[in-house]
């Protein structure tokens, strides 16, 4: 198709989906079944108009999905208004560290007894499937000045840290396959895979997230000048901490995520003598300008326009990469074991692993079994994917690959886009009780 027919086929899905959009929110699904089932209407087994081969085409997929999952992971962490010292962020770091260890772990088992795999590609599966997705988990986030529920933020907070947290498993697989540097008895994986890109990803993009959150309110507050334009503030601050991340063998990722939950953490220096605007009817007296640069109201406005801006993006990016996935499930093939590998991940492995990372924690069992069912695959499996694809796994692997995370990821996207808000309905009825 020319150029002038792709724009005009995008603009009009782009219109559609906002005349629809209430509509959608009334129904028993989500928005990425309908975008998946788009992109399958548009792939090759329907109108063949978008066809995208996840094999020859991996370089330019790893682009995108990469930037869908940055511009996600920060539009994440602003909406975060738990501290970061709270008690409540250790239920999402067990969930993203050890429940994800032992899914790649029983993954990897599947994958070497039950299908046959070769070791280190059946770890790579694991790495791949193992993130759950914080793309797809809009219904279970919390909204900026909700209250956040022990369960929200368990799952919220784990599709954040897992999408980085899962890298070092991934380039074990990989490392295991002879297509990344581990290191002799595996130390440089250890120390720079795993510990430095952990540990120095959280660090930098706190650093950075903190310093240019101070930085603008001051130059607001103090100088009222840096106003406006924080669409660039909101690219700019992605664009620093993975690039800086990543700059150094840490985890771009995690940075974002944590550059997210810093900004979002930028605090007011109110100035001696000043008293915060009203609010309600006096506040029309003061336009935007002024609570931008007061120096009781500068942090909030920063936060919401930045978040206001980058939610945008991410619901742009969820359109395109859902319909990409839908457009690349012709590429599934007559693999025999995918009808019983993709229920055993959701209903044993998921749930198994939940239960584990949680031992000890006093967590009730129905939350247990909510948060192990609720574990959305979805953009970071197909960015694993990619990445893997693109960085020298065999033809004689990459159908088998492809085949299994398209299948997962896909049967993701439905099963849970008709649950998830049931669930979270009866959740918040039960929860109140």
Same mark, same amino acid.
């Given at each position: 198709?020319?150029?002038?027919?792709?724009?005009?086929?995008?603009?009009?899905?782009?219109?559609?989906?906002?005349?629809?959009?209430?509509?959608?929110?009334?129904?028993?699904?989500?928005?990425?079944?309908?975008?998946?089932?788009?992109?399958?209407?548009? !792939?090759?087994?329907?109108?063949?108009?978008? *066809?995208?081969?996840? /094999?020859?085409?991996? &370089?330019?997929?790893?682009?995108?999905a990469e930037a869908?999952?940055?511009?996600?992971?920060?539009?994440?962490?602003?909406?975060? +208004? #738990?501290? @970061?010292?709270?008690?409540?962020?250790?239920?999402?770091? %067990?969930?993203?560290?050890?429940?994800?260890? *032992?899914?790649?772990?029983?993954?990897?088992?599947?994958? #070497?007894?039950? /299908?046959?795999?070769?070791?280190?590609?059946?770890?790579?599966?694991?790495?791949?499937?193992?993130?759950?997705?914080? #793309?797809?988990? =809009?219904?279970?986030?919390?909204?900026?000045?909700? +209250? $956040?529920?022990?369960?929200?933020?368990?799952?919220?907070?784990?599709?954040?840290?897992?999408?980085?947290?899962?890298?070092?498993?991934?380039?074990?697989?990989?490392?295991?396959?002879?297509?990344?540097?581990?290191?002799?008895?595996?130390?440089?994986?250890?120390?720079?895979?795993?510990?430095?890109?952990?540990?120095?990803?959280?660090?930098?993009?706190?650093?950075?997230?903190?310093?240019?959150?101070?930085?603008?309110?001051?130059?607001?507050?103090? $100088?009222?000048?840096?106003?406006?334009?924080?669409?660039?503030?909101?690219?700019?601050?992605?664009?620093?901490?993975?690039?800086?991340?990543? =700059?150094?063998?840490?985890?771009?990722?995690?940075? *974002?995520?944590?550059?997210?939950?810093?900004?979002?953490?930028? %605090?007011?220096?109110?100035?001696?003598?000043?008293?915060?605007? &009203?609010?309600?009817?006096?506040a029309h007296e003061?336009?935007?300008?002024?609570?931008?640069?007061? !120096?009781?109201?500068?942090?909030?406005? @920063?936060?919401?326009?930045?978040?206001?801006?980058?939610?945008?993006?991410?619901?742009?990016? +969820?359109?395109?990469?859902?319909?990409? /996935?839908?457009? @690349?499930?012709?590429?599934?093939?007559?693999?025999?074991?995918?009808?019983?590998?993709?229920?055993?991940?959701?209903?044993? #492995? %998921?749930?198994?692993?939940?239960?584990?990372?949680?031992?000890?924690?006093?967590?009730?069992?129905?939350?247990?079994?909510?948060?192990?069912?609720?574990?959305?695959?979805?953009?970071?499996?197909?960015?694993?994917?990619?990445?893997?694809?693109? $960085?020298?796994?065999?033809?004689?692997?990459?159908?088998?690959?492809?085949?299994?995370?398209?299948?997962?990821?896909?049967?993701? /996207?439905?099963?849970?886009?008709i649950t998830v808000?049931?669930?979270?309905?009866?959740? +918040?009825?039960?929860?109140?009780?």
């Amino acid at each position: 198709m020319s150029i002038a027919t792709w724009v005009l086929l995008g603009g009009s899905i782009l219109i559609a989906m906002m005349l629809i959009g209430t509509l959608v929110t009334r129904l028993p699904l989500s928005g990425a079944m309908i975008y998946l089932g788009l992109g399958v209407l548009l !792939s090759p087994s329907g109108f063949g108009v978008l *066809v995208l081969d996840p /094999i020859a085409q991996a &370089p330019s997929l790893e682009l995108v999905a990469e930037a869908a999952l940055l511009i996600s992971l920060f539009s994440v962490g602003l909406k975060f +208004e #738990v501290p @970061m010292l709270d008690r409540r962020w250790i239920a999402p770091y %067990r969930l993203a560290f050890l429940s994800m260890a *032992v899914t790649v772990g029983a993954i990897a088992a599947i994958g #070497v007894y039950g /299908i046959g795999l070769p070791p280190g590609l059946a770890i790579l599966l694991g790495g791949i499937l193992a993130p759950t997705d914080p #793309v797809l988990a =809009s219904a279970i986030q919390s909204r900026p000045g909700a +209250e $956040h529920d022990a369960m929200r933020l368990s799952l919220a907070g784990e599709g954040a840290l897992n999408d980085g947290t899962a890298f070092p498993l991934v380039l074990l697989g990989l490392g295991f396959m002879q297509l990344h540097d581990l290191g002799d008895w595996g130390w440089s994986w250890w120390l720079i895979d795993v510990v430095w890109s952990t540990v120095g990803g959280m660090v930098m993009g706190t650093l950075i997230g903190a310093l240019l959150g101070k930085l603008v309110i001051h130059l607001r507050t103090r $100088h009222h000048s840096a106003i406006g334009m924080d669409e660039f503030l909101s690219l700019g601050v992605i664009a620093v901490s993975f690039g800086a991340a990543q =700059s150094c063998l840490a985890s771009g990722f995690l940075s *974002v995520f944590f550059a997210g939950l810093a900004l979002r953490r930028a %605090r007011n220096f109110p100035l001696a003598g000043t008293l915060p605007l &009203p609010r309600g009817g006096a506040a029309h007296e003061h336009d935007a300008e002024d609570r931008a640069t007061h !120096s009781h109201h500068a942090s909030g406005v @920063m936060t919401r326009a930045v978040l206001g801006f980058n939610e945008q993006l991410e619901r742009i990016a +969820e359109l395109g990469m859902v319909m990409m /996935i839908g457009a @690349m499930l012709p590429a599934i093939g007559h693999l025999s074991s995918l009808w019983w590998f993709v229920p055993l991940v959701f209903l044993v #492995v %998921r749930p198994a692993s939940v239960v584990v990372g949680m031992l000890g924690a006093g967590v009730p069992l129905y939350k247990q079994a909510l948060v192990g069912w609720l574990g959305i695959r979805g953009i970071g499996s197909i960015y694993y994917l990619v990445f893997a694809l693109n $960085h020298g796994v065999t033809e004689a692997f990459a159908p088998a690959l492809v085949s299994l995370t398209l299948g997962t990821v896909a049967a993701s /996207i439905l099963a849970h886009g008709i649950t998830v808000q049931p669930l979270m309905t009866w959740y +918040e009825r039960h929860s109140v009780k």
